[in-house]
């Protein structure tokens, strides 16, 4: 099991990162809610990981600290929800967030992210409502600014084209329609926007 890694960040590609470990590059994907508190490329980064093994692929799930990845693994554990659900809705909410609405029954907020039917949030409320209230964990959050606001990393100008481009591939990863993620981006893009805080705004109106 690869429970933690620490290296040279070589490159960001929502919602995936290139993680150089004494030579060796980790592709680790992380929910947009912990990609924003993710150093610059070039700098040192530690994510606590999940490592998942398929018939088809080896895949990494990165958090930036235990609780979320606690939050990660108790979501997976719930009847049909598999680690691309748990990483779309941690995306589109915080760990704050969505433990709130499991403790409100807010099933109308769950229902709003990709892949979650009425059912399906249902179930999620009802599997982990006791669970997460025993795991008391510290989200640390103030739910009603739950997410994290990226921090700009430079004076760079990104062409408009490819910061759109890379919010679109971004949310079709996590799950969104091409229409969907499309008639959000361009709801909510203004000049000089980053990738991040473009991506961050499109999955904030969309929840």
């Known amino acids: ?13 929502p919602p995936e990162i290139l993680l150089d470990v004494n030579g060796v590059g980790y ?8 990609f924003y508190e993710l150093p610059s490329v070039g700098e040192t980064a530690t994510v606590f990981t999940h490592f998942v093994v398929r018939e088809d692929a080896q895949l990494l799930y990165g958090f930036i600290d235990v609780n979320e990845r606690t ?5 997976i554990k719930a009847n049909g929800v598999g680690p691309k659900m748990a990483l779309t ?9 969505f433990m709130q609405c499991v403790k409100l029954e807010d099933v109308t907020s ?7 039917g009425k059912k399906t949030a249902e179930r999620l409320v009802v599997e982990l409502r006791d669970k997460l209230a025993k795991l008391n964990l510290n989200t640390g959050a103030d739910v009603s600014d739950a997410f994290v606001t990226p921090t700009e990393t430079g004076s760079t ?20 329609k091409p229409p969907q993620a499309s008639k ?6 203004q000049d ?3 990738s991040e805080a473009l991506i961050r705004e499109a999955l904030r109106s969309m929840v």
Do not use: H, W
């Not at 592709?27 to 912990?34: G, R």
């Open 27 to 34: 592709e680790v994907q992380l929910p947009m809610t912990c």
């Open 110 to 116: 769950l229902v709003k992210l990709p892949g979650v």
């Open 184 to 189: 959000a981006i361009n709801a909510v893009y």
């Open 89 to 97: 809705i941690l995306s589109g909410m915080s760990a704050a967030q």
């Open 157 to 176: 100008i990104i062409p408009v084209s490819d910061v759109k481009e890379e919010a679109m591939s971004a949310l079709v990863a996590l799950g969104y």
């Open 71 to 75: 939050l990660f693994r108790e979501l």
């Open 192 to 194: 000089d926007m980053s």
């Open 1 to 13: 099991m690869i429970g933690r890694l620490q290296g040279l960040l070589l490159a960001k590609q």
